[in-house]
């Protein structure tokens, strides 16, 4: 019998850099100590690919990169320092060098929750990278850079469609949502959902998740984004938890236009799951 998670104990949050630490890393940090988990931070280095030139120009760019990757492997008694003071006392710093959703996708297998930069722009990298590491299965949580909610969860919202992904973002976020102080739902209108479908708001119910609202909306489309985030503010919530929707295309996951618009104007942050 595989035992059900009750709560989030590791945490993985993609670091930028490796000399300060802001924005979603902050978050991570504050979201560990409120949950008593591990955090490690990540910072994934470009591999050092040689360019034609000089010699002499060539070894030096290829010294400095070295210099670059000692000194972020060195970064690891800081940024555990920085996190005690948050409130984290279970910290591990690692370096990884390649494509940052390889490094995402394989920490994705060995920790509860990624949290990561999520200003997620048409065809831009950070959808790239959000769309990969959902892809592989991992739970993540994008932290917009105009981010205004701690990395403590007080009202959590859960955006439910009745698809498989928005259901298995519902489940992925339960250790967060049993912990939260309010938690509000928002679904579609009956008649836009099959009969055959589970009831979210019973669901959560006898997951010990503290259902205070439920509204209603038309159905969720690229439109009810504006309409979600509205919700959302006035709801006052720090969390919104959705489903990603997205497709294949040349190879790489995208994210689907309701996904990219919450992200792309969300000021919280979004649990996301494929």
């Given at each position: 019998m595989i035992e059900e998670v009750t709560t989030v104990r590791d945490i993985?949050?993609?670091?930028?850099?490796?000399?300060?630490?802001?924005?979603?890393?902050?978050?991570?940090?504050?979201?560990?100590?409120?949950?008593?988990?591990?955090?490690?931070?990540?910072?994934?280095?470009?591999?050092?690919?040689?360019?034609?030139?000089?010699?002499?120009?060539?070894?030096e760019m290829a010294a400095y990169a070295q210099d670059e990757l000692q000194r972020a492997m060195l970064a690891g008694r800081d940024f555990a320092a920085w996190a005690n003071q948050l409130g984290v006392s279970d910290t591990r710093w690692q370096v990884a060098i390649g494509p940052a959703a390889d490094a995402l996708a394989m920490a994705g297998d060995w920790h509860d929750l990624i949290v990561l930069q999520g200003d997620a722009t048409a065809d831009?990298?950070?959808?790239?990278?959000?769309?990969?590491?959902?892809?592989?299965?991992?739970?993540?949580?994008?932290?917009?850079?105009a981010n205004v909610a701690p990395g403590r969860l007080i009202h959590a919202m859960v955006t439910w469609d009745g698809s498989p992904a928005s259901s298995r973002a519902l489940h992925a976020a339960l250790p967060l949502l049993r912990s939260a102080q309010v938690v509000s739902l928002l679904q579609p209108d009956r008649e836009w959902m099959r009969?055959?479908?589970?009831d979210a708001l019973s669901h959560l119910r006898t997951q010990g998740v503290p259902v205070a609202a439920v509204e209603t909306v038309p159905g969720v489309d690229e439109a009810a984004s504006e309409q979600l985030l509205?919700?959302?503010?006035?709801?006052?919530?720090?969390?919104?938890?959705m489903g990603a929707s997205g497709h294949r295309r040349r190879g790489e996951r995208c994210l689907g236009p309701t996904t990219r618009a919450v992200l792309a104007q969300s000021r919280l942050p979004v649990l996301l799951k494929n």
């Open positions: 993985v949050a993609h670091s930028p850099g490796f000399q300060t630490w802001h924005g979603s890393v902050r978050y991570a940090a504050q979201l560990a100590a409120a949950m008593q988990a591990s955090l490690t931070g990540l910072f994934v280095a470009a591999r050092n690919t040689p360019v034609p030139g000089p010699r002499r120009l060539v070894a831009g990298p950070v959808e790239r990278l959000i769309g990969e590491v959902l892809l592989a299965g991992a739970t993540c949580i994008a932290v917009p850079p009969i055959d479908q589970t509205a919700y959302a503010s006035d709801m006052r919530a720090d969390l919104i938890v």
